[in-house]
C-alpha cells in the first residue's frame, strides 16, 4: 500500500486522493500525450497520407509535389520531407499544422531522402544527377553537391560518425561519405542492383538491400567489409532494423512479404504474408508494430513485431510508397 490511513481520515485521504486524480487529468489534458505519425508517400496521388500510430487510421492527406516517393522525419524540428520526382523538388511539412509549408528545387531526379535529427540538414539522392545535395530546409539552399555513383537511391546517416552511406543501384556498390570532408571515400561491391538501406541502431552494421539478386548484402561499417550476404524473397526492397536492433525487417515486392532477419546469426527467421507489393517499411518506436506501405493496392500493412503476424490493413491512396524513414514520435 502507498499509504497507512488511520480510520478518522478516511474523508480526508479520499478528498487528496480524487484532487491528485484531478490533477494529473488536468496535466494531461494540458500537455498533451506523445503523438506518433506514419507518413506515407502516395506516388500516383500526389499526396502523403498520415496516419496515427495509435488510432490506426489515415488522418489527413497532405498534397505535395508530382509522384512523391521518398521520405524523411525529424522529430526534434516537427518537419518532414518528401522528394517529389516528377517535380524535381523536397517538400517541407509542418508536423504539428499537417501542411505543406514549401518547395525546394533541388535537381533531376531527387529520390532516397535522409534528415538529421535536428532538421538542418537534409540530403537528396538524386536518380539522374549522380550526386547528393545537402540542403537547409528552411532556406532552401543548397550548401554542397558531392558526386557518387551511378543511380544513387537508399541511403542512410550515422551522425555520431558523421557518415553518409548509399546505395548505387546501377553500380552494385555502396558509397561511405566523410560529412566533414564532404568526400567519398570509399565504395563496397554489394549485390546487383542495390536501392533500399538500413543501419543498426550502434551504428555498427548497414545493410543493402539489393533488388535484382534478391539478397541482402551486410557490411561492417568499422572493417568497411561484407560480413555475410543473406538470400530474401523476390525483388526486395527496402529493409529496417528494429529499434533494440535484434531484427531486420525486409520487403519482397514479388513475394508480398516481410522477411524477417535475426542480426545475430544473420538468419531468416519468418516470412510475413503482407498486402500487393510491398515498398517502404518502419516500426513503431518503441518497436511493436511494423508498418508497410503497399504499392499494388494503395494500402499499410500493420503487423505486431512480437507475434509477427499481420493486426490491421490502412487503405492510403493509389502507389504507397513511404521509401525511407517514415515513422515519428511527436511530445
Not at 490533477?23 to 506515407?40: H, P, R, S, V, W
Request: some cysteine.
Amino acid at each position: 500500500m502507498l499509504f497507512t490511513l488511520n480510520q478518522p481520515n478516511k474523508k480526508a485521504t479520499r478528498f487528496r486522493v480524487a484532487f491528485f486524480v484531478m490533477l494529473a487529468l488536468t496535466l494531461t489534458g494540458c500537455f498533451g500525450e506523445d503523438k506518433q505519425y506514419a507518413l506515407i508517400t502516395n506516388q500516383l496521388a500526389d499526396n502523403v497520407s498520415v496516419i496515427d500510430v495509435d488510432a490506426g487510421k489515415v488522418v489527413k492527406e497532405i498534397a505535395v509535389g508530382d509522384a512523391p516517393a521518398g521520405v524523411a522525419v525529424s522529430a526534434r524540428a516537427s518537419r518532414a520531407f518528401v522528394t517529389n520526382p516528377d517535380s524535381r523538388t523536397v517538400s517541407v511539412i509542418d508536423l504539428k499544422a499537417l501542411e505543406e509549408l514549401h518547395q525546394i528545387e533541388v535537381g533531376a531526379g531527387p529520390v532516397g531522402i535522409v534528415a538529421d535529427s535536428a532538421g538542418e540538414h537534409i540530403y537528396v539522392a538524386d536518380w539522374y544527377e549522380n550526386r547528393i545535395s545537402i540542403v537547409d530546409p528552411d532556406s532552401g539552399d543548397i550548401s554542397q553537391t558531392i558526386t557518387v555513383g551511378k543511380s544513387p537511391a537508399g541511403m542512410v546517416l550515422d551522425e555520431n560518425k558523421q557518415r553518409l552511406y548509399v546505395a548505387n543501384r546501377d553500380d552494385n556498390a555502396v558509397a561511405f561519405i566523410d560529412l566533414e570532408t564532404g568526400q567519398v571515400v570509399r565504395s563496397i561491391s554489394v549485390g546487383k542492383s542495390p536501392f533500399g538501406m538500413a543501419i543498426t541502431p550502434d551504428g555498427r552494421f548497414i545493410y543493402s538491400v539489393n533488388v535484382q539478386s534478391s539478397d541482402v548484402t551486410v557490411i561492417d561499417t568499422e572493417t568497411s567489409e561484407v560480413v555475410t550476404t543473406i538470400p530474401v524473397g523476390e525483388w526486395p526492397y527496402c529493409a529496417v532494423v528494429s529499434p533494440d536492433g535484434k531484427k531486420l525487417y525486409v520487403t519482397n515486392q514479388d513475394d508480398s512479404t516481410i522477411s524477417v532477419i535475426d542480426v545475430e546469426s544473420h538468419q531468416v527467421t519468418n516470412t510475413v504474408d503482407v498486402e500487393d507489393t510491398p515498398e517502404g517499411v518502419d516500426t513503431s518506436a518503441d518497436g511493436s508494430l511494423i508498418y508497410v506501405a503497399n504499392w499494388g493496392n494503395g494500402t499499410v500493412s500493420v503487423i505486431d513485431a512480437i507475434t509477427e503476424k499481420p493486426l490491421n490493413t490502412i487503405k492510403a491512396a493509389t502507389g504507397s510508397r513511404a521509401f525511407g524513414e517514415f515513422i515519428t514520435t511527436l511530445d
